[in-house]
């Protein structure tokens, strides 16, 4: 499984927020901002899916300019997976931003799967499974995505949970969110990612969405990260 690490950090920082292309088809969140670095670095129009983590911008507020765009270029209907609610949050956006030729042809065009925790999705040749996590009091998910055999985690935005160790443990991979130094109910911190790769040494762990304040200890504890633009190859 092919991983572009469209951007590895979070919202307090210069670079991009945390986004992933995967084999090519599956955009994993368009956070704000992003939509420049995808329109000139990769090939969109072999999106074929969608996935909102949850409706934080930092996740999401990008999504009308890819829509927008795939709407002028392409005739193929586009999946988007997403947590419940998403549909009439596009509608809301359409208007605000003028748009809403994209809502009077949304059906034509796009097909909305709403998730829930354990939720299992098969698109394609991918099986796809939710699992509800720990970000504040939102409805925020991550999720395993298996092909071809193999299986990569991602955790969205999520504090420490059992539904962090069920992806990893379930993953030959993940990508697990790093943004905070001290321990809370938003985000995991550099010392429990650490943690969580001496707990789980079968799955090789990649600490995402980073800050300024988390990075530095990563370096400090010696822990590999991906940055903005890495491409990572899942066999």
């Known amino acids: 499984m092919?991983?572009?690490?469209v951007g590895s950090m979070c919202t307090w920082t210069k670079k991009l927020s945390t986004s992933y292309i995967i084999n090519d088809e599956i955009l994993f969140d368009t956070p704000q901002g992003t939509f420049k670095t995808l329109f000139e670095d990769y090939d969109i129009l072999k999106t074929n899916y969608i996935i909102i983590s949850h409706f934080h911008s930092d996740h999401f507020m990008d999504i009308?300019?890819?829509?927008?765009?795939?709407?002028?270029?392409?005739?193929?209907?586009?999946t988007i997976i997403a947590p419940k609610g998403c549909r009439e949050r596009l509608s809301s956006m359409f208007k605000?931003?003028?748009?809403?030729y994209l809502e009077n042809s949304f059906n034509d065009m796009f097909s909305i799967i709403e998730i829930e925790n354990n939720k299992i999705i098969k698109i394609g040749d991918y099986k796809i499974?939710?699992?509800?996590?720990?970000?504040?009091?939102?409805?925020s998910y991550g999720f395993t995505i298996t092909h071809n055999g193999v299986t990569v985690g991602f955790s969205?935005?999520?504090a420490m949970?059992?539904?962090?160790?069920?992806?990893?443990?379930?993953?030959?991979?993940?990508?697990?969110?790093?943004?905070?130094?001290?321990?809370?109910?938003?985000?995991l911190t550099s010392d429990e990612v650490y943690g969580l790769i001496k707990e789980f040494p079968e799955c090789k762990i990649y600490p995402i969405h980073m800050s300024t304040f988390?990075?530095?200890?990563?370096?400090?504890?010696?822990?590999?990260?991906?940055?903005?633009?890495?491409?990572?190859?899942?066999?």
Request: some cysteine; hydrophobic content about 40%.
């Open 156 to 158: 969205g935005d999520s």
């Open 64 to 78: 009308h300019l890819v829509m927008d765009y795939l709407y002028h270029h392409t005739k193929k209907k586009i």
């Open 214 to 235: 988390s990075q530095p200890r990563l370096d400090e504890l010696g822990i590999e990260y991906p940055n903005q633009a890495d491409v990572i190859n899942v066999v």
């Open 129 to 139: 499974k939710a699992f509800k996590m720990l970000h504040l009091n939102l409805d």
């Open 96 to 100: 605000i931003v003028d748009i809403t």
């Open 2 to 5: 092919k991983i572009d690490v």
């Open 161 to 187: 949970c059992n539904n962090v160790r069920k992806i990893i443990s379930k993953s030959k991979t993940a990508f697990i969110d790093c943004a905070s130094l001290e321990v809370n109910n938003k985000h």
